[in-house]
């Protein structure tokens, strides 16, 4: 864990997805800086510790996420559905929980959101493509596509109502990349969280979009729009290269997960 | 109507929306032209012609909008709601039933489709500010949001499945401008005619998005990346202005429908 | 004279420079249409006819520009000196000038000003370079680095007070393209009043630069930028192509003159 | 043919190529031009008439190239092979041929050439995609290969001894467009003899690339970086699309002549 | 004091504005690396020491400023003033001062001026915006326009007469930075001297625009364009961030000075 | 020698030019990756190693090439000419050459080629200008030209082919700087060895064109856009710095070496 202070800067922040690997991550991390964690998940969550809130909510239920917004600051959205899906699902989760969640924002004045949009909002660029987030989206499934309409929601909630939103495209955020892909779009928990303490503290965010990676030697993404968040990785999957490398000596050409971005999210479906 | 010809060159097509107003008026248009029209709303449509078939169908209902696709070569979507409305309506209408147009589109292995997108993808521009269709959106609400989802579906399915859409960001398409506004946006009803048929007939589409507006002379838009679909229009708004300036001698500079390119949709809402 | 209508629409304006070549070839022009026309030079101007003040104010005379300002609803600045000339001059009529007049129109809360700025601002581009007005300015002497100043401080009276400018760098406007460099920059008259029209009666013009030229075969200079003026020139030099080359059959490729877009302006001076 | 005047005004101009299809086309409409026309090809050529002089070389011969040099102003070069065709011949002809006429251009002080380069210098950029002049080439085969070396060429003899080359992307001059392709690629021989005309009396060139092409409702290209060459085309293939479109109802969409804006170039080859 | 030689290396060297806060800190630790130094300003300075001469100059004094620049092979100015302030006294020291300047350097053969310009040549770029010196400026008040003007002078004199300028474009040089706003736009005084060094001795200069910053993890600029300088900042605001992020735990948000890269300098004045 | 691992990863490669300085440096670095290296030159060589097979072939010898390409898995081309030379000979060389070995990799298969290209190919920028490798080419004479000719046809073999190519535009790779230059071109052999290394082994590498430079302070040169290779060096020229500003105090700032990036190449020639 990155960085540590003593008091509370935070506030008062609610935390979705609580019961991801992401959220599970975040959770303590983010406990040590707010004045008030409240974290919200569907699926089971580790008992209220000091400090914390916990309280099961549907995304698409829309009261529920209503209630949830109630007194908080801010807001880090790692809820929804995280992997390529039929779109049934996609939608109820990820576009209207998405609305749900901005709705809910507008109405009780909350002033900043962290959301978890994704790489596979581009993933149909190459791996031989440097992008930055000023280029237009690709999205590569459902999943994509869904991250894609919460980036442009919260773009129309800043123009329109003034909530500022960070939209973190992430990449791979694991204990540690799984595979050669992974070398290039790897983020750290450590640089995570540096990423998301970044987009809570900075003064001024509006809505920008930031690739969330970390130091990688190999990267697809250009985050030079996003310097004004303050975050700068500090780790690199450098050290695994030779382990993955060897792992997977050769690879096929001519597979479209080895072509484009999104890897083996570009040919999943069609889900019929 | 702009241009005739003797033989139909368009095959079977299948037009969404045709109880509309831009539907109402293009139907006799590409009926001289295609091989058959299949015509579809959920409103009610003038009896079938010769050369026609009329379909009632609701986007939002998967099944139906399956049925609509088959046996068709290329598809004119003008379906779905075209103001602004509250989400749950245009979530029903725009993007559940894009989706369901173009999973239809992928099973029946159409491979062409004109998609009604509109200027509100990017009403949060300012009118004294000219953007082409490259940079980011920026939605001016909820029927802008579920346009810009449309645009990216398309974009998908063409990464995918290689189905082409050709996105038509329409400004205002009326028998003439209603407004000082519309000086800028009017599409003529023939030059919307010469739009759709530019479309449907350009060798390669792939996915492009264009603005459809006639010859302006005000203009925001620049549609230099479109010049590949061979459209070209061939009236103006010009004739009017005289007249529209007249009617609205004043504005209220400090107003955001004044300000911003998506007019009076840049202020509705919030719908609560 | 382009467009004229029966009834005024442009409210109260100022024409400063009404002396010059510029200024009294606009002024009719402008009468026909303003609810009142104030003309204001240091040099001798005609008697006001109906619907016209007449007002002698050096522009570095702090009270007297104050005073021309007051009751105003938008401003058309032509004064000051438009050629190149030993910087102390150019210092007090231009730079100190510019000052007085946004003070002016800012205390007096004058909202949009037609500022007549010059193709000189960007002099130092070759004739062999197509440029538009978001580029780096590179004056080419005391009159464009004016000029320059002028944009600037347009800039920051609408950024910091919302006055906004259209900032006009014309190129030559004359009766007639005088040599084959200004088959490239010729404005014809009418042009140049549609040009100013467009700028007072366009709803939005935020801070806009556009290139005062009309639809010349050979330009330099691209106005996409500046479209939402609503500015269409209808004149061209092409007509006097012929005479101007067999006048000038051959031009002395090394002389910085033919080489640079400003023309002889680039290789005057020093002064001394 | 477009423009006449009555005394002539370019000079003395080398002309090669005259034998092929652009050659036979322009020579007459340069002769009336120029003080001295000197045509070369190594095809038989029609005799002298007056104000001309015909001379036979082959442009892989460097003292013959050098000869024809001797004495002129100015150069138009065609001359070359202008179809796809095995390597060691285009390497003749075209590379060690381009490079014999500017060493003679550079050894006789002679200072401007119009040099046909061709759309086949970016053949594999796809018929959806509108390019400019300053975008990365990709040739579509030996003969575009060997037109981007020319164009580099000429780069560098202007950067190094100053002297100016035009560069004319020609799409398709026939007299008339020959399939549907042709729609968007084709040049006039009316706008052809507008476009060199230009480029021989522009005051500057520097070093500059222009797609040669006429007014054509369908377009790849965009040509506003070369505005200041004074080309305006006049013609436009829209007159047959109706015939072409008829003669070619149906195109293969996944063929690679109709997917590149090359056409049938980009599957040529290999040769062997 | 970041580096030291034992030689001079950088000639004879004018140092303005030698009273302010950078002047005191560059003037030893140019002195050491300079056969000369030369150092002014109007406010009382240190007596010369060994290898220094000390002339008080006020910069609106054309004749004092001419008999600086004798003999000198290059200058730093930090000159002038450098606050927000009434326009009168900006124009004679800052506009009027540049000039003078640039004029006795044209004189005198001074070939190479190191231009202490400022962040507010673009403060009213908003903090969520991240900018490069080829973007249009934006100066936040009367000394930020100063300072562009001094920009474009000194892209005249290089374009003119060849006397090269590196502009700095300074964040904000203090020991340490006092809010969280320094926390971007920070200079520490050994990168400063750093910047300045380089500029004096890169062996081309041209007319560069470099924003002076540390190596801060949070910045609004990229100085990507100007990596031709050899500046590589090695300081980093960053160990001040726990205690400025404490010291001002919340923002107004509302404020123009929070919102904008210029910070309080966008809301001073009017200044009457 | 910067990575090492014990087992070969590279498989079968063909190094040219292996008998010079950059050659003899990769050769066993190479030696200790692959599974079998075959080196490859006109001059002589050291005897073959384990692992190793040595074969004299001249590039522009068809024959010779093809038989060197058989059963080879990628190719490191360093072969040809790499000084400025008179034309006849760069064209055998390293056009013919460049040609000889593309064919030879399209017939066996081969799908990988690192193209030892050059920096003299952009020679003609200005050493205060930054450039990326998607500006036009600007190069410095025959050998940049023929580098620019080697870029394209690769380029059109992967369009073509799919035949990928990183192309490698190097600056000075030296034990150490030589000059003042090098400072900003310099690229050691540990980095030259990453570069090569890196491009081998990047899972896609399409069509690429990366500077090879160390992490020198001074850079002309920015590869952002070549980021996917994964090739971050680790050297810097800065040490170098001291001794070398010290050997050359002063420069002669009108000298076109001292001007342009490709340093004394520019004024090379001509050569006869």
Same mark, same amino acid.
């Given at each position: 864990?990155?960085?540590?202070?003593?008091?509370?800067?935070?506030?008062?922040? /609610?935390?979705?997805?609580?019961?991801?690997?992401?959220?599970?991550?975040?959770?303590?991390?983010?406990?040590?800086?707010?004045?008030?964690?409240?974290?919200?998940?569907?699926?089971?969550?580790?008992?209220?510790?000091?400090?914390?809130?916990?309280?099961?909510?549907?995304?698409? !239920?829309?009261?529920?996420?209503?209630? /949830?917004?109630?007194?908080?600051?801010?807001?880090?959205? /790692?809820?929804?559905?995280?992997?390529?899906?039929?779109?049934?699902?996609?939608?109820?989760?990820?576009?209207?929980?998405?609305? !749900? /969640?901005?709705?809910?924002?507008?109405?009780?004045?909350?002033?900043?959101?962290?959301?978890?949009?994704? !790489?596979?909002?581009?993933?149909?660029?190459?791996?031989?493509?440097?992008?930055?987030?000023?280029?237009?989206?690709?999205?590569?499934?459902?999943?994509?596509?869904?991250?894609?309409?919460?980036?442009?929601?919260?773009?129309?909630?800043?123009?329109?109502?003034?909530?500022?939103?960070?939209?973190?495209?992430?990449?791979?955020?694991?204990?540690?990349?799984?595979?050669?892909?992974?070398?290039?779009?790897?983020?750290?928990?450590?640089?995570?969280?540096? @990423?998301?303490?970044?987009?809570?503290?900075?003064?001024?965010?509006?809505?920008?979009?930031?690739?969330?990676?970390?130091?990688?030697?190999?990267?697809?993404?250009? !985050?030079?729009?996003?310097?004004? @968040?303050?975050?700068?990785?500090?780790?690199?999957?450098?050290?695994?290269?030779?382990?993955?490398?060897?792992?997977?000596?050769?690879?096929?050409?001519?597979?479209?997960?080895?072509?484009?971005?999104?890897?083996?999210?570009?040919?999943?479906?069609?889900?019929?």
């Amino acid at each position: 864990m990155a960085q540590t202070e003593s008091a509370p800067l935070l506030g008062r922040i /609610l935390l979705t997805g609580a019961a991801g690997g992401l959220g599970r991550e975040l959770r303590p991390r983010l406990r040590r800086r707010c004045a008030l964690l409240r974290v919200s998940d569907i699926a089971a969550m580790q008992a209220a510790g000091p400090g914390e809130e916990v309280v099961e909510a549907p995304l698409e !239920n829309r009261a529920a996420v209503d209630a /949830l917004l109630q007194g908080m600051d801010a807001v880090v959205h /790692l809820g929804g559905i995280s992997t390529e899906q039929p779109f049934d699902a996609i939608l109820q989760a990820n576009i209207v929980g998405a609305y !749900n /969640l901005y709705e809910a924002a507008r109405r009780h004045g909350v002033k900043r959101i962290v959301f978890a949009s994704s !790489n596979h909002v581009t993933g149909f660029y190459r791996q031989d493509e440097v992008i930055d987030a000023t280029m237009p989206v690709r999205p590569d499934g459902y999943y994509g596509l869904s991250k894609a309409f919460g980036e442009n929601l919260a773009r129309f909630y800043f123009d329109r109502y003034g909530i500022e939103t960070a939209c973190l495209r992430i990449g791979s955020s694991f204990p540690e990349p799984k595979d050669r892909r992974m070398l290039a779009t790897w983020l750290s928990y450590d640089d995570l969280e540096r @990423l998301v303490v970044a987009c809570l503290t900075a003064p001024v965010v509006g809505h920008s979009i930031v690739y969330g990676m970390s130091d990688n030697t190999t990267t697809w993404w250009d !985050n030079t729009p996003a310097r004004h @968040l303050g975050f700068r990785p500090r780790d690199s999957s450098e050290s695994f290269r030779a382990a993955k490398e060897a792992a997977q000596p050769t690879l096929d050409r001519s597979d479209p997960a080895v072509i484009y971005q999104g890897g083996a999210f570009v040919r999943m479906g069609p889900f019929e």
